[in-house]
């Protein structure tokens, strides 16, 4: 059927809506298409129709947007890694912003002013990817295919680091010699800014239950080869539930904005290569642009520590319960006169509102996982009623749910900034800015 793209929602999809009083059995429901843009006409087949909405699979773009443009990668769109493509830069950061503003209103989330945006290069900006070893036909790597469990062999990836799709290459050619596919299922690259260090991880699948001496032969087998044609190969993992077994360094030097950082395999770091030193400089200023700084600070979900490093107060209390990552904080901030607490947020910040009344920090940074913070920690937070809060988020619905709740706590918001770490997909990473009224 003929549908009129009407908008992009938050996943990559375009939005049409049948009309009404269309003749069928999808008359007045919502179609959500693929690989569209707002305001194009296709030609579009049904893929699914379910209670309350459909979904589409594109047969023919009829009128197309004057912002299409011809993906650059030839596994678009059966890779399901990226979803816009076939918009230019300039748009996908347009379709982007929108989707934020349309997601805050819905939930009632007042932003004064514009919403900022921050955006570097569209291709080889990813620092770690990862992707399935395939044995079906020949050994290979390969990322899953868009809305399947299928795998698509793939021989390079244009959104990552040059030096990792060196390392695709190298390790396709090398797979079936070193006997790759007897030891894991998955593989990881991960890089620094300078690219002159990797590490890679590889992960069994539930079936590879070697024992330890045989795993690490074969590991060593595997990363020596490897290294031989990779020079910048420094470690190697293989993570098993009886734990890690590792060749080389377990981490890697990871320098942002002239301060280095121990990250470490099976850690967090985030993935944008370039927009990395403009990320963490937004964070540690406040909205006027003024380096922060004062008495007492949090970093939650703290990772590496990549902004409790960075925090220029007299105090800093990092909190970060993932073990590697946890490893990683007590390094980078060994120098400095802070405190790690090796905990969940939730378990830290219940502790610091039991009891008698705790001084409250002059600010506290969040950046949480892809579920956000929650009614509960919102809620620790509210008590606690810090001055200032920072949150870093990666999804605009559970940003806008936690904004909501914040704001019953006497926080308005002072700035938002929608940061485009994750080009040529329908990601997106949130800097906001709130001040206790």
Request: overall charge neutral; aromatic content about 8%.
């Amino acid at each position: 059927m003929k549908l009129r793209i009407e908008k992009a929602i938050y996943g990559g999809d375009g939005l049409a809506r049948i009309p009404p009083d269309a003749e069928n059995s999808l008359a007045g429901k919502t179609v959500f298409v693929g690989s569209t843009l707002p305001g194009e006409v296709v030609e579009a087949s049904i893929a699914e129709n379910k209670r309350s909405y459909a979904t589409g699979e594109v047969d023919a773009i009829l009128e197309p947007s004057p912002e299409r443009v011809i993906p650059a990668c030839e596994y678009v769109p059966r890779c399901g890694g990226c979803q816009y493509q076939h918009a230019n830069a300039a748009f996908q950061l347009h379709m982007k912003l929108d989707i934020l503003k349309e997601t805050l209103a819905r939930a009632h989330v007042a932003v004064a002013g514009e919403i900022a945006t921050l955006a570097g290069p569209a291709w080889g900006y990813r620092n770690r990817i990862r992707l399935h070893v395939m044995k079906a036909a020949g050994i290979a790597l390969g990322y899953r295919q868009g809305g399947s469990h299928n795998l698509l062999p793939v021989t390079h990836c244009p959104i990552a680091a040059p030096l990792l799709e060196r390392a695709i290459v190298s390790v396709t050619r090398l797979a079936r010699e070193t006997g790759l596919e007897g030891l894991c299922d998955e593989v990881e690259f991960f890089t620094n800014s300078e690219q002159d260090q990797l590490l890679v991880s590889l992960w069994p699948g539930a079936a590879k239950h070697q024992p330890p001496r045989v795993r690490e032969r074969a590991l060593e087998k595997f990363a020596e080869r490897l290294h031989a044609d990779l020079p910048e190969l420094t470690g190697m993992g293989l993570f098993a539930e009886s734990g890690m077994t590792y060749w080389g360094e377990r981490s890697l030097t990871y320098t942002v904005s002239g301060r280095p950082y121990q990250a470490s395999l099976g850690g967090f770091f985030q993935v944008n290569r370039f927009l990395l030193p403009d990320l963490l400089q937004l964070v540690v200023h406040d909205p006027d642009g003024r380096k922060r700084s004062g008495r007492t600070a949090w970093d939650l979900y703290s990772g590496a520590g990549l902004f409790a490093h960075a925090l220029e107060f007299e105090n800093v209390t990092a909190v970060e319960s993932a073990g590697f990552s946890a490893d990683d904080l007590k390094h980078n901030l060994a120098a400095k006169a802070h405190r790690v607490v090796r905990s969940s947020t939730l378990d830290f910040l219940r502790s610091q509102t039991r009891g008698p009344a705790q001084t409250k920090p002059d600010l506290i940074v969040v950046d949480p996982p892809r579920a956000g913070m929650g009614k509960e920690i919102c809620t620790h937070l509210g008590t606690i009623a810090a001055p200032e809060i920072v949150s870093i988020s990666c999804d605009p619905a559970t940003l806008a749910r936690d904004l909501q709740l914040l704001l019953q706590f006497g926080y308005s918001i002072q700035k938002i900034h929608l940061v485009d770490l994750f080009p040529q997909t329908f990601h997106m990473e949130t800097v906001t800015f709130l001040k206790r009224n």
